[in-house]
């Protein structure tokens, strides 16, 4: 009678296992939140509203039903259409979307469901992060201008120069005298 329980457990272990050596190389470093143990890879991670997030699933399993045909990734918990068709990817078993990400999204963690065609479902965390990018680079594309730091960069400007002129002139009356 306790058998079963003991049986469902060594499964479990032995799925936990084995999921990382059945995730081939384009996946062996994803992150995994399934009760299968089914690897997801979601890129970017963390991403922000409006961006273009790729999914990748590996639907291998040791319970699975033969090899996925198909996956299908449910956008429901995204704010996305509920069924959105994945590409095969490079990879026996593999599959592959991008969407972008609704510019309504609220910052949080989300677990959007994958479906495969054999029976395996996987599940990871996107976290979408407030804002947009961080303001990088060279300023060509910043946006502020006329700002309270435009004013006081030049007003140090206007100090530097004033006081490299007032030092030009004490050397020149130094030499003089």
């Known amino acids: 009678m306790h058998l079963v329980p003991r049986l469902a457990t060594a499964a479990a272990v032995l799925a936990a296992l084995a999921g990382p050596a059945l ?3 384009m996946l062996g470093a994803a992150t995994a939140a399934s009760a ?3 690897p997801v890879d979601i890129t ?3 991403a922000t509203a409006g961006t273009r997030t790729t999914f990748a699933v590996n639907c291998s399993s040791l319970t699975a039903a033969g090899p996925a ?10 704010g996305l ?7 095969p990817g490079t990879h026996s078993n593999e599959f592959v979307t991008t969407v972008t990400l609704p510019a309504s999204i609220k910052a ?21 992060s407030p804002g947009g990018a961080p303001a990088t680079g060279d300023g060509t594309t910043a946006t502020a201008a006329n700002g309270t730091l435009t004013a006081a960069g030049f007003g140090l400007a206007g100090l530097g120069v004033l006081a490299g002129a007032l030092l030009l002139v004490r050397r020149r009356a130094a030499g003089r005298g």
């Open 44 to 46: 970017p991670n963390p």
């Open 108 to 128: 949080g963690s989300y677990q959007p469901d994958i479906d495969c065609s054999n029976g395996v479902t996987a599940s990871s965390t996107l976290t979408v």
């Open 23 to 25: 995730a081939g190389p």
């Open 81 to 87: 259409p509920e069924h959105i068709p994945m590409q």
């Open 36 to 38: 299968s143990s089914t």
């Open 69 to 78: 045909s198909s996956a299908t990734l449910i956008g429901t918990t995204l």
